[in-house]
Nanobody, 126 residues
Framework: EVQLVESGGGEVQAGGSLRLTCAAS????????MSWVRQAPGKGPEWIGT????????YYLDSVKGRFTVSRDNAKNAVYLQMDDLKPEDTALYYC???????????????????WGQGTQVTVSS
């Protein structure tokens, strides 16, 4: 059974750090791009970043560039999101996902929610 299980969320004060882990099972991440996405209450999903099969990273959200780092450990079959200098607006449910958003002729196609894990809550207080 294919599973993605996120952990490491919690409540932190503004300026603090958290490291999220996504443990994959039922498949091998080494051959798949893996991404992080977040969703705050009442808002749509925001794609954060991707680690590709060459372990290159790409970030989509300007507000997290320089503060968040996506990485992977293929030997552990896990993906990570290091979040530093957290802000209240970072409060959301954070998910990892198989695949990555794709730009096809100017239109963005993102992995369906069925490819996401169950999420981990991050709450940042001011």
């Amino acid at each position: 059974e294919v599973q993605l299980v996120e952990s490491g969320g919690g409540e932190v004060q503004a300026g603090g750090s958290l490291r999220l882990t996504c443990a994959a099972s039922g498949f091998t991440i080494s051959t798949i791009d893996m991404s992080w996405v977040r969703q705050a209450p009442g808002k749509g999903p925001e794609w954060i970043g991707t680690t590709d099969i060459s372990e290159n990273t790409k970030y989509y959200l300007d507000s997290v560039k320089g503060r968040f780092t996506v990485s992977r450990d293929n030997a552990k079959n896990a993906v990570y999101l290091q979040m530093d200098d957290l802000k209240p607006e970072d409060t959301a449910l954070y998910y990892c996902s198989k695949g990555a958003p794709q730009n096809v002729s100017g239109s963005i196609y993102s992995p369906h929610r069925s490819y996401w894990g169950q999420g981990t809550q991050v709450t940042v207080s001011s």
